[in-house]
């Protein structure tokens, strides 16, 4: 049973455009929301991060809008570079049980030069 | 820093081979996970531990078991290696409590034959 869902297997993007990674979870009690990048044959590595008492969280050029209501996240990339071209992950844990995180399938981005 | 190691980077075993798989985290973390990611399946947790000597399963736990002896060190043990557990084992650490992320090994890609 997938709680936490990428739809888009993958995601092509021109470079210096906006990418826009979905991830939407069906848990309610998931309170804390994270994005991993991996690259291939490597593990993956922390990007960003929000709680649920936020609805947006912004780290230089990457953004994570949450919306609790849909069950909802993204995560924005401007501009897309193309280093920037990895699997990413989104994760959440659960209120009560932090310990540990679940994960959704991946979406590959790639940018284009 | 924290710093997460898996023992192997890349390894080939044969059908039926007892196989251990070796993390070792530097950061005094309580928790540590082991994971496989497989294409379109994501992260799935095998076993987590949340302290030495303890260990729960998590979404895949068969054909595998662990051991934590020590607090900085928890190994994946698949008893008798099969080609469907050929995949990229991914050990992380945390430590304990809520809204914390997990670090990352750099990934064990295993192959059996």
């Known amino acids: 049973d997938q709680q936490v869902k990428q739809n888009s297997p993958s995601l092509s993007v021109q470079e210096g455009r906006i990418s826009i990674l979905n991830c939407d979870y069906t848990n309610s009690m998931f309170d804390y929301f994270l994005w991993y990048k991996k690259y291939p044959a490597e593990g993956p590595t922390f990007l960003i991060s929000i709680s649920s008492i936020k609805d947006k969280n912004e780290d230089g050029r990457f953004t994570v809008f949450l919306n609790k209501s849909a069950k909802h996240l993204s995560l924005h990339i401007v501009p897309s570079q193309p280093g920037d071209s990895a699997v990413y992950f989104c994760a959440a844990q659960h209120r009560n049980t932090g310990n540990q995180f679940y994960f959704g399938t991946g979406t590959s981005l790639t940018v284009i030069p | 820093d924290v710093k997460v190691t898996q023992s192997s980077r890349y390894l080939v075993k044969r059908t039926g081979e007892k196989v251990f798989l070796e993390c070792v985290q530097d950061m005094d973390h309580e928790n540590m996970f082991w994971y496989r990611q497989d294409p379109g399946l994501g992260l799935r947790l095998i076993y987590f531990s949340y302290d030495v000597k303890m260990k729960e399963k998590g979404d895949i736990p068969e054909g595998y078991s662990v051991s934590r002896e020590k607090k900085e060190r928890f190994s994946l043990i698949l008893e008798s290696a099969s080609t469907n557990q050929t995949s990229m084992y991914l050990c992380?650490?945390?430590?304990?409590?809520?809204?914390?992320?997990?670090?990352f090994g750099q990934g064990t890609r295993l192959t059996v034959v």
């Open positions: 992380a650490s945390t430590s304990g409590g809520f809204w914390t992320e997990a670090f």
